[in-house]
T-cell receptor, first 115, second 116 residues
Framework: DAGVTQSPTHLIKTRGQHVTLRCSPI?????VSWYQQVLGQGPQFIFQ???????GRGNFPDRFSARQFPNYSSELNVNALLLGDSALYLC??????????????FGDGTRLSIL | AQKITQTQPGMFVQEKEAVTLDCTYD???????LFWYKQPSSGEMIFLIY??????QNATEGRYSLNFQKARKSANLVISASQLGDSAMYFC?????????????FGAGTQVVVTP
């Protein structure tokens, strides 16, 4: 079975531009979470979506937005890019929305570089 | 607010030896889950092991075991018989019951280097 897939793998943008990152969860997984991992740090939670609804939001500015589609894939959008947005963006999917021992399974991430 | 602390930024371990990675957490939630992930230099996060706050027995998964001490709020990962392929960054993470179910709070990580 295919794991979590993210695209693109790498991306280079300039300040002020907009970017869209894509994620396809593991088949059957309905929950998708997005994380930002700055070099040398642990991942920071950005959003969770379940059944196309936002179920959680981390401490990120409104420049960050996301959505989930009927097939449970998801997009993360970042507007007005700043140098500090340079990071590895990770998408994770899980089987259940409610609290359980089901782990989140991560994709390989999108490395975003802002020039 | 939840917090995960990993105090060891880096460790060297010889092949075939065991290594313990420290993790302490802080939460006011009664119910929570603790996870360990491995991140090789290629970037993907690989799930290793899970411990629930109400689990009475320490979790084990192959060469990985979790030393869970609830009163001390610690959840240390033990890797037995280290292999060269174990060289990676290791993250401890927590999911609480009052926050978004899809939110994992990660520590800063511990870099493990296994030497021959």
């Amino acid at each position: 079975d295919a794991g979590v897939t993210q695209s693109p793998t790498h991306l280079i943008k300039t300040r002020g531009q907009h970017v869209t990152l894509r994620c396809s969860p593991i088949s059957g997984h309905k929950s998708v979470s997005w994380y930002q991992q700055v070099l040398g740090q642990g991942p920071q939670f950005i959003f969770q979506y379940y059944e196309k609804e936002e179920r959680g939001r981390g401490n990120f500015p409104d420049r960050f937005s996301a959505r989930q589609f009927p097939n449970y894939s998801s997009e993360l959008n970042v507007n007005a890019l700043l140098l500090g947005d340079s990071a590895l963006y990770l998408c994770a999917s899980s089987l259940w929305e409610s609290y359980s021992n089901q782990p989140q399974h991560f994709g390989d991430g999108t490395r975003l570089s802002i020039l | 607010a939840q917090k995960i602390t990993q105090t060891q930024p880096g460790m060297f371990v010889q092949e075939k030896e065991a290594v313990t990675l420290d993790c302490t957490y802080d939460t006011s939630d009664q119910s929570y889950g603790l996870f360990w992930y491995k991140q090789p230099s290629s970037g993907e996060m690989i799930f290793l092991i899970y411990q629930g706050s109400y689990d009475e027995q320490n979790a084990t998964e192959g060469r990985y075991s979790l030393n869970f001490q609830k009163a001390r709020k610690s959840a240390n990962l033990v890797i037995s018989a280290s292999q060269l392929g174990d060289s990676a960054m290791y993250f401890c993470a927590m999911r609480g019951s009052t926050d978004s179910w899809g939110k994992l709070q990660f520590g800063a990580g511990t870099q493990v280097v296994v030497t021959p």
